[in-house]
């Protein structure tokens, strides 16, 4: 946007003469074409107001900066950072030479900038003329704000890696690769147009920029539109196309903004809502509740076991989520809803500013703000002033996708809460549900019950673990229909890979060699969860596993929830940074993948699966991959070295321990959540 708007600036010159007499104003002025020597004379002009520091400054200004076109040297030095910084999210120039490119570079033409702002705006005035600023002006003081202000968050951001609080790369997901590629294409679109217009229609350029900006925002002010029959032919496949682009911005916005953002800032309010719970348990003293229950004795003076007390952590977890879920929506619709509200307001003001020849009253202006903002564009009031029209372009491109956001979050709260209340009203009233009458009354009771003290309605628990020994029923399946081709690629291979296993048992069994049976039947069920796994990952809303499946899938990992050797006491203080060669300590428990061995963890620590930004079905898929791999390779080991006989014990920590000879895996289907 700032180089597009440097762009702006440089097409246009920069002053104009008003012309006397009725209906003469500066948006019909005449231009002023500025000399060369411009800047360095005025700069000398302001050098002889000046003494000291001051003026020596502007002196290296007027000598140095403009014999020939600064304003060009502005964008070619942010073209050189933008470069760099793209070279740098490519992975082909390291953060520590491209960092310095790129801030250096912005800074460079914010100063070139804001030196050619301050000499024209104090040589603007000269006898005899009425002179005024143009459009290309103002877009030269927004695009060097912009500059300067990405240059300085650059700048946090380098401090930030330095002090270890991130890692010292970027690495963009597809959806930000998507995001970027779509906006600079919709600015291009959006320039381009401007200037196929200003051809075919002989409007100014910044007029037609003007004009495709309201038409391709759908705002339709009515100011200004085309006149000849080829543009109003070119209108049809331009406006259609540039409002396609627009929707894929709106959508990439909502997928980055919304969806990631609610990942990374929900987690951070679980782990919030996480040390609050530990501190006041810690306070009420039930610090042996989040004790791992060693022996009988203990487990009797608590009057649980271990298994039951890890169900019991788990549940709260589950109960600090929900908290946070909500929380977290209606935190995101306060601070879009301000954001809108700023804008909206913000903006009335400098449009009230701007307009001041028409002789606006700032409610005139913020009647103007909020029909642009809504896109409704009645057009009774439009911008006519040099500094209103380039504020309404910079204005209305946050504006739009501001607005996207709020109403997201609005579905997200407001509307559900409307939409759940109305349900609860037809269900008393006209359109009775297929329950009877004093059961749903019942049922709304619980559930405002459950509201008041914290809780939501949480899934019922299973009775057999998922996948192979049953899946769970329920839950949208939308969004595999876009997996189509990658799910029916691992549905084949895992096929392949099941009935090779189940061969190999065969085979074994026919030998009777024991140890080798239960090895494939094991890797046979972990192929086989891992192909039902990948299935969950494109359900809409993300599945949440139950305790009880989270049991058979910890038990399919060389986990025991019955085993307090795997467990420890929930931390209230984590370490959470990169300094040195350490890893953050806050990250989703269970194994660790570099030292090979199997970390104590909490449903309440910081090391939990349900902690951090990671989808459970992910972090399952992930862990029972690497279970996977790291079985085949031992396997592969053994056979070469000492034969089939160390797969045993490994292989019966995870299938029950009374499959005997006979056991196979329908064996397992009475076996519960034990596995």
Same mark, same amino acid.
């Given at each position: 946007?700032?180089?597009?708007?440097?762009?702006?600036?440089?097409?246009?010159?920069?002053?104009?003469?008003?012309?006397?007499?009725?209906?003469?104003?500066?948006?019909?002025?005449?231009?002023?074409?500025?000399? /060369? %020597?411009?800047?360095?004379?005025?700069?000398?002009?302001?050098?002889?107001? !000046?003494?000291?520091?001051?003026?020596?400054?502007? +002196?290296?200004? /007027?000598?140095?900066?403009?014999?020939?076109?600064?304003?060009?040297?502005?964008?070619?030095?942010?073209?050189?950072?933008?470069?760099?910084?793209?070279?740098?999210?490519?992975?082909?120039?390291?953060?520590?030479?491209?960092?310095?490119?790129?801030?250096?570079?912005? !800074?460079?033409?914010?100063?070139?900038?804001? *030196?050619?702002?301050?000499?024209?705006?104090?040589?603007?005035?000269?006898?005899?003329?009425?002179?005024?600023?143009?459009?290309?002006?103002?877009?030269?003081?927004?695009?060097?704000?912009?500059?300067?202000?990405?240059?300085?968050?650059?700048?946090?951001?380098?401090?930030?890696?330095?002090?270890?609080?991130?890692?010292?790369?970027?690495?963009?997901?597809?959806?930000?690769?998507?995001?970027?590629?779509?906006?600079?294409?919709?600015?291009?679109?959006?320039?381009? /147009? *401007?200037?196929?217009?200003?051809?075919?229609?002989?409007?100014?350029?910044?007029?037609?920029?003007?004009?495709?900006?309201?038409?391709?925002?759908?705002?339709?002010?009515?100011?200004?539109?085309?006149?000849?029959?080829?543009?109003?032919?070119?209108?049809?496949?331009?406006?259609?196309?540039?409002?396609?682009?627009?929707?894929? #911005?709106?959508?990439?916005?909502?997928?980055?903004?919304?969806?990631?953002?609610?990942?990374?800032?929900?987690?951070?309010?679980?782990?919030?809502?996480?040390?609050?719970?530990?501190?006041?348990?810690?306070?009420?003293?039930?610090?042996? +509740?989040?004790?791992?229950?060693?022996?009988?004795?203990?487990?009797?003076?608590?009057?649980?076991?271990?298994?039951?007390?890890?169900? &019991?952590?788990?549940?709260?977890?589950?109960?600090?989520?929900?908290?946070?879920?909500?929380?977290?929506?209606?935190?995101?619709?306060?601070?879009?809803?301000?954001?809108?509200?700023?804008? %909206?307001?913000?903006?009335?003001?400098?449009?009230?500013?701007?307009?001041?020849?028409?002789?606006?009253?700032?409610?005139?202006?913020?009647?103007?703000?909020?029909?642009?903002?809504?896109?409704?564009?009645?057009?009774?009031?439009?911008?006519?002033?040099?500094?209103?029209?380039?504020?309404?372009?910079? %204005? &209305?491109?946050?504006?739009?996708?501001?607005?996207?956001?709020?109403?997201?979050?609005?579905?997200?709260?407001? #509307?559900?809460?409307?939409?759940?209340?109305?349900?609860?009203?037809?269900?008393?009233?006209?359109?009775?549900?297929?329950?009877?009458?004093?059961?749903?009354?019942?049922?709304?009771?619980?559930?405002?019950?459950?509201?008041?003290?914290?809780?939501?309605?949480?899934?019922?628990?299973?009775?057999?673990?998922?996948?192979?020994?049953?899946?769970?029923?329920?839950?949208?399946?939308?969004?595999?229909?876009?997996?189509?081709?990658?799910?029916?690629?691992?549905?084949?291979?895992?096929?392949?890979?099941?009935?090779?296993?189940?061969?190999?048992?065969?085979?074994?069994?026919?030998?009777?060699?024991?140890?080798?049976?239960?090895?494939?039947?094991?890797?046979?069920?972990?192929?086989?969860?891992?192909?039902?796994?990948? +299935?969950?990952?494109?359900?809409?809303?993300?599945?949440?596993?139950?305790?009880?499946? %989270?049991?058979?899938?910890?038990?399919?990992?060389?986990?025991?929830?019955?085993?307090?050797?795997?467990?420890?006491?929930?931390?209230?203080?984590?370490?959470?940074?990169?300094?040195?060669?350490?890893?953050?300590?806050?990250?989703?428990?269970?194994?660790?993948?570099?030292?090979?061995?199997?970390?104590?963890?909490?449903?309440?620590?910081?090391?939990?699966?349900?902690?951090?930004?990671?989808?459970?079905?992910?972090?399952?898929?992930?862990?029972? &991959?690497?279970?996977?791999?790291?079985?085949?390779?031992?396997?592969?080991?053994?056979?070469?070295?000492? /034969?089939?006989?160390?797969?045993?014990?490994?292989?019966?920590?995870?299938?029950?321990?009374?499959?005997?000879?006979?056991?196979?895996?329908?064996?397992?289907?009475?076996?519960?959540?034990?596995?």
């Amino acid at each position: 946007m700032a180089s597009a708007f440097s762009v702006c600036a440089l097409s246009e010159n920069w002053r104009v003469i008003v012309p006397h007499g009725p209906g003469g104003n500066e948006a019909h002025g005449i231009d002023v074409k500025d000399p /060369g %020597w411009y800047v360095q004379q005025t700069s000398r002009r302001i050098m002889s107001d !000046f003494t000291g520091s001051s003026g020596r400054i502007l +002196k290296l200004l /007027g000598s140095h900066i403009v014999a020939k076109d600064p304003n060009g040297i502005s964008l070619l030095f942010a073209l050189m950072a933008n470069l760099a910084l793209l070279l740098n999210m490519a992975r082909r120039l390291s953060f520590a030479i491209a960092q310095p490119i790129t801030i250096v570079g912005w !800074f460079i033409s914010s100063v070139l900038l804001i *030196a050619l702002v301050i000499a024209t705006t104090y040589g603007l005035t000269l006898p005899g003329q009425d002179r005024a600023l143009t459009q290309a002006f103002y877009y030269a003081i927004i695009a060097s704000g912009l500059y300067f202000l990405i240059a300085a968050l650059m700048c946090v951001t380098v401090y930030g890696a330095y002090k270890g609080h991130y890692p010292q790369e970027f690495k963009l997901t597809m959806s930000q690769r998507t995001l970027m590629l779509q906006t600079i294409s919709f600015m291009v679109y959006m320039l381009a /147009g *401007a200037a196929v217009y200003h051809r075919v229609e002989g409007w100014r350029f910044l007029d037609s920029l003007y004009f495709t900006n309201f038409t391709l925002l759908t705002v339709g002010i009515g100011s200004l539109a085309p006149k000849t029959h080829t543009g109003r032919a070119l209108l049809f496949p331009f406006a259609i196309g540039g409002i396609v682009i627009l929707g894929l #911005v709106i959508g990439s916005i909502r997928s980055l903004v919304l969806e990631r953002g609610k990942k990374k800032i929900g987690s951070r309010m679980v782990e919030k809502k996480r040390v609050q719970l530990l501190k006041k348990m810690h306070k009420k003293d039930q610090q042996k +509740k989040l004790t791992p229950i060693n022996g009988k004795k203990q487990a009797d003076d608590l009057g649980m076991t271990e298994r039951e007390r890890r169900k &019991s952590e788990f549940e709260l977890m589950r109960q600090i989520q929900d908290q946070a879920t909500q929380r977290q929506k209606w935190n995101a619709l306060f601070v879009s809803g301000s954001a809108w509200l700023v804008l %909206w307001l913000v903006g009335a003001v400098v449009f009230w500013k701007a307009e001041h020849q028409q002789e606006w009253s700032y409610f005139q202006a913020l009647y103007f703000a909020y029909t642009s903002l809504l896109t409704i564009g009645y057009g009774d009031f439009t911008n006519f002033s040099n500094a209103g029209k380039p504020a309404f372009v910079f %204005w &209305s491109l946050l504006a739009v996708p501001t607005l996207t956001i709020v109403i997201s979050n609005m579905g997200d709260t407001v #509307v559900k809460s409307i939409r759940d209340l109305t349900d609860y009203l037809g269900e008393f009233t006209v359109l009775p549900g297929e329950s009877p009458t004093k059961q749903r009354a019942k049922q709304l009771v619980t559930n405002v019950k459950s509201k008041f003290r914290g809780k939501e309605g949480r899934e019922e628990t299973m009775d057999e673990p998922p996948g192979m020994l049953g899946e769970k029923e329920g839950g949208s399946t939308q969004g595999i229909k876009g997996h189509t081709a990658m799910t029916g690629a691992t549905d084949r291979l895992a096929g392949e890979g099941e009935k090779e296993e189940l061969n190999a048992a065969g085979d074994a069994v026919k030998r009777g060699d024991e140890v080798s049976k239960v090895a494939h039947e094991y890797h046979y069920q972990l192929i086989r969860e891992i192909r039902i796994v990948m +299935k969950h990952l494109a359900e809409n809303p993300p599945r949440k596993y139950t305790y009880e499946e %989270w049991a058979w899938f910890l038990k399919l990992m060389g986990e025991d929830e019955d085993n307090q050797s795997f467990h420890r006491k929930p931390p209230i203080e984590v370490r959470n940074d990169y300094k040195g060669d350490r890893e953050p300590d806050m990250q989703q428990g269970g194994m660790d993948d570099k030292m090979d061995e199997q970390r104590q963890w909490s449903w309440l620590g910081n090391r939990s699966p349900l902690m951090g930004d990671m989808g459970e079905a992910d972090w399952v898929l992930e862990r029972l &991959s690497i279970t996977l791999e790291k079985e085949l390779k031992r396997q592969h080991k053994s056979r070469k070295d000492r /034969g089939e006989g160390c797969i045993e014990n490994d292989a019966k920590k995870v299938l029950p321990s009374d499959s005997g000879s006979s056991g196979t895996l329908e064996t397992q289907k009475g076996a519960g959540d034990t596995g």
